[in-house]
């Protein structure tokens, strides 16, 4: 296989199988491969990328990595990059969005309306975290996801057993002021930086998570504010994120963002939304063709730069 796209995934997941679907019925040549299967050769002046045993040149490469495969895949991404090839969503764009604190960092660089954070380590006194954000506050992992290890904490003793039980010095503790929502939060599914839908997320009765993966309720018979989808641009344009889940909550003071989310579930989440499947279906269809639009433009623009032929299956 001569130059193909490369995406380099986590797991083979349906949204990994409906984009190469998609790029092969462009009659691309298509390469998924899990970080775990590249190796790096680093001898003399030279660095290489071997797959089976082979120098690994692909025209283009796709990261859509995250979780246990996340750092080795995004130094993998850090090499594809620094050797010249195309890269969309590069190492240091899925390093920001799945770390909390670099998602805060970015907000408040980009001038975009966020819940206030305080990230700090496990020796900080907790009264510093309580006068900054007041009770109740939020604390979230700083790379999690799905809502694994989110608590509410009500008092300084919650804070102070959050503290006690970091073990890794190393990871940044990350708190976020308590909303008082309203039962919901909305999401924004955004490909080639541009928001194609959206939709509430309902929490359980009496639940304090309202992630799709602990049981919330996706809702489409009321339309989303404008103003959601346009902070949904201005954050993706913002954090480089060609492919981007934006989190947002209503407040008092109007919409903010929770945070900005790599490699977002666009087909995956429309088995999950019930009455609204039928509904939901061919938006994320619709997200997946635009994904692959933008990977054939650039691919096109990288085979003219690098003077290849076309890519034919």
């Given at each position: 296989m001569n130059n193909p796209v490369l995406?380099?995934?986590?797991?083979?997941?349906?949204?990994?199988?409906c984009l190469h679907e998609d790029l092969l019925r462009r009659e691309l040549e298509v390469l998924v491969l899990r970080p775990a299967q590249i190796q790096v050769k680093a001898e003399?002046?030279?660095?290489?990328?071997w797959y089976e045993g082979a120098p690994l040149k692909?025209?283009?490469?796709?990261?859509?990595?995250?979780?246990?495969?996340?750092?080795?895949?995004n130094f993998l991404l850090k090499m594809f990059k620094q050797l010249g090839y195309t890269v969309i969503n590069d190492g240091p764009t899925l390093e920001a969005m799945q770390s909390k604190a670099m998602n805060s960092a970015l907000l408040v660089r980009h001038n975009l309306p966020h819940v206030p954070a305080l990230i700090c380590g496990r020796d900080t006194p907790v009264r510093c975290i309580v006068e900054a954000l007041g009770l109740p506050l939020v604390f979230k992992p700083d790379?999690?996801?799905?809502?694994?290890?989110?608590?509410?904490?009500?008092?300084?003793?919650?804070?102070?057993?959050?503290?006690a039980?970091?073990?890794?010095?190393?990871?940044?503790?990350?708190?976020?002021?308590?909303?008082?929502?309203?039962?919901?939060?909305?999401?924004?599914?955004?490909?080639?930086?541009?928001?194609?839908?959206?939709?509430?997320?309902?929490?359980?009765?009496?639940?304090?998570?309202?992630?799709?993966?602990?049981?919330?309720?996706?809702?489409?018979?009321e339309p989303l504010p404008d103003e959601a989808y346009q902070l949904a641009e201005r954050a993706a344009r913002a954090f480089n994120a060609a492919m981007a889940g934006v989190?947002?909550?209503?407040?008092?003071?109007?919409?903010?963002?929770?945070?900005?989310?790599s490699v977002p579930g666009f087909q995956t989440v429309a088995p999950k939304a019930g009455e609204f499947s039928a509904l939901l279906?061919?938006?994320c269809d619709k997200a997946t063709v635009v994904f692959g639009d933008m990977i054939e433009l650039r691919l096109n623009t990288a085979v003219i730069s690098a003077g290849m032929t076309a890519l034919p299956a």
């Open positions: 995406i380099l995934c986590r797991e083979w997941t349906r949204d990994v199988r003399g002046q030279e660095l290489q990328l692909p025209a283009l490469v796709v990261g859509w990595t995250s979780g246990m495969e996340g750092h080795y895949g790379n999690g996801s799905k809502g694994e290890g989110v608590r509410p904490l009500y008092s300084e003793a919650e804070v102070l057993e959050v503290l039980s970091a073990t890794d010095s190393q990871a940044p503790l990350y708190f976020q002021q308590f909303v008082d929502k309203p039962g919901r939060d909305i999401r924004v599914q955004c490909a080639d930086f541009k928001p194609v839908f959206g939709f509430y997320r309902y929490a359980q009765p009496g639940a304090f998570l309202s992630n799709i993966a602990v049981g919330a309720k996706i809702v489409m018979s989190d947002l909550i209503e407040t008092a003071e109007g919409l903010k963002i929770l945070e900005v989310n279906m061919p938006l």
